[in-house]
């Protein structure tokens, strides 16, 4: 328990780093487009090579293939509520919309990491953690680069993201907690549960949004955060 405690404060402090530099600084908007996508082809490494991968191995095809499905469904059924919620409160800034919105996109890539520490080998786990950072760090700076943009102060933009990286920090112990004495067909389900999740928010969240800012040229850059991610599971 106390790996995953120590990887999932690693991994969230790149929210904590991005909100204090959103706080004071408005970076230009396709160098934080270009952020997101690198971390987008990260993770898609990291949950291709490692997460699904080592699901497979575990399991074989049916329970990676239904728990791939059903953690992308789950996210979207989840996202959808989410959205509603924003909606019947007018869409405005209030900080539970904001903090839910984020906990929502973090907390299958934060579980997942947990998940993979029981992994039989540490390569995938490396490759996620450096994964969710690199995701982090970007969604953070805009996120309270936005804030500021509509009218929340510094500190407010900064309690917010630290109070995420709290949550997501203790989903990285929950995940690896839960599944500690799971047999193999069920953690093979789970990895890729938590692979489907993260994917689906890949395709929902960080995608759109790094193109909508950064257009075709993001596409180098997910090329480029697949590269590294890959070479940092097989070096």
Do not use: C, H
Request: aromatic share 8%.
């Amino acid at each position: 328990m106390l790996n995953a405690l120590l990887f999932g404060l690693v991994a969230s402090s790149a929210l904590v780093i991005g909100a204090v530099a959103g706080a004071y600084w408005t970076p230009p908007g396709p160098l934080l487009a270009s952020a997101l996508a690198f971390a987008s082809g990260a993770l898609i490494t990291a949950l291709a090579f490692d997460l699904f991968q080592e699901s497979f191995d575990r399991g074989g095809v049916w329970p990676s293939a239904i728990g791939l499905l059903f953690g992308a469904a789950t996210f979207i059924v989840a996202d959808m509520m989410l959205d509603r919620y924003i909606e019947g409160t007018g869409g405005g800034v209030s900080a539970f919309p904001l903090l839910a919105a984020v906990t929502l996109d973090g907390i299958p890539e934060n579980m997942a990491l947990g998940v993979s520490l029981l992994e039989t080998t540490g390569s995938g786990t490396l490759t996620l953690l450096v994964a969710i950072f690199l995701s982090n760090l970007p969604e953070a700076l805009g996120g309270a680069v936005g804030m500021r943009q509509q009218g929340r102060s510094s500190s407010f933009a900064i309690v917010v993201w630290s109070a995420t990286a709290v949550v997501l920090a203790l989903a990285v112990v929950i995940g690896n907690v839960a599944v500690s004495g799971a047999g193999e067909g069920l953690l093979a389900v789970l990895l890729s549960f938590a692979g489907g999740a993260v994917l689906a928010s890949l395709a929902d969240t960080l995608m759109p949004d790094a193109y909508r800012e950064g257009g075709k040229w993001v596409a180098f850059a997910t090329a480029a955060g697949f590269l590294l991610a890959f070479l940092i599971a097989e070096v």
